[in-house]
């Protein structure tokens, strides 16, 4: 489900809590913890969208990297019988069209790119000895720069959660 309709839906049953349940309810109590989960709706709508935008962000990121890697290994052409290589490229091509195609949901495209990454990482160990020194070099910098990216990510989503504004 896309975050904007998520949004949108707490949104809503947060208003729907205010305008028809809590007018029904007639003990003060009730009427408390009504009122308290519209609040806590509302507070956790904005959240949603950031997150989101935070995790578009992260997948363009892996999604340019892949395709780096893609394009790094396809330019190797004395390892073009490397059957690790091919398979490399094969999975990390798959991955990228799975996460394009099928998912319409942001958090379950991040899931299929970090498990291409996680590929590439064990990929790129098996070739090793295969693959340039300069061009491992340049690949494991950028793979460095994409897990720092999600590091800072996760940490500043854990931080606003814990002190929200």
Request: aromatic content about 4%; proline content about 4%.
């Amino acid at each position: 489900m896309g975050s904007q309709l998520v949004t949108l839906m707490l949104e809503r049953c947060a208003e729907a809590i205010e305008q028809v349940i809590l007018p029904n309810l007639t003990e003060t109590f009730a009427a408390e913890q009504a009122r308290y989960v519209a609040f806590l709706l509302r507070a956790m709508a904005p959240t949603v969208e950031e997150r989101s935008q935070g995790l578009r962000e992260e997948n363009e990121g892996m999604r340019e990297l892949l395709r780096s890697v893609v394009e790094a290994l396809h330019r190797e052409k004395a390892l073009s019988q490397n059957a690790v290589r091919t398979r490399l490229i094969e999975r990390l091509s798959e991955g990228l069209e799975k996460a394009e195609v099928e998912p319409p949901d942001v958090g379950e495209q991040n899931r299929i790119l970090k498990g291409a990454l996680v590929e590439t990482i064990r990929g790129l160990d098996a070739l090793t000895g295969d693959l340039p020194a300069e061009t491992m070099s340049s690949l494991r910098q950028q793979i460095r720069v994409a897990l720092r990216q999600q590091l800072d990510n996760f940490a500043a989503r854990r931080q606003a959660w814990m002190n929200p504004p």
